[in-house]
């Protein structure tokens, strides 16, 4: 792989990269965290405080790493990455629950992490962090997949074995849902 260019990499599925990973190279893993690291920051930066965000997307890509020895392909990467970061932030919110902290962090711990963030623009962000910690986990998900990780309809209702239109039904009743928690 070494000697491969950028854009035969690029090319080279998730699944050919993870049987590179497990046949000792390295670098195979380098271009799976190349791939998903934006998708997975910016999942975790929709649902934990934005102290915690790289922490914990940090945690995740220690998680893969450690397991990806192990991941048979049952399901496609992308899947089962997602199911890993769903539960490495539920793992957050245990941990940060035993500990009796907050699970919102106070705007002035965080006003000097998000440079030209007004303090409503995080005010908001808390609340919209808030509103989504209360949704069913499928409005939550649907959200998620769709704003979070940008994928397009036709992509999240074959990730989760629905049709087009009842996918799009979810999103509009997760919608729904998250501006009536938003309105309380």
Known sequence: MENISKSVIQEIS???????????NEQA???????????????????IPENDVEDVTQEIFIAVLKSLSTFRGDSQFGTWLR????????????????KREPLVVPLSEISGRMEGATPKMLEERIFLQSALQKLPENYREIILLRLAEDLQFNEIAEITNQNLEATKSLFR?????????LDE
């Open 14 to 24: 998730d699944d050919a990269l993870i049987a590179e990973f497990k046949g000792g």
């Open 29 to 47: 893993f380098d271009e799976l965290y190349r791939r998903h690291l934006l998708s997975v920051y910016k999942r975790v930066r929709y649902v």
């Open 83 to 98: 199911t890993l970061t769903n539960y490495k932030v539920a793992e957050f919110y245990r941990k940060r629950t035993r």
């Open 173 to 181: 009743r997760a919608i729904t849902a998250l501006r009536n928690q």
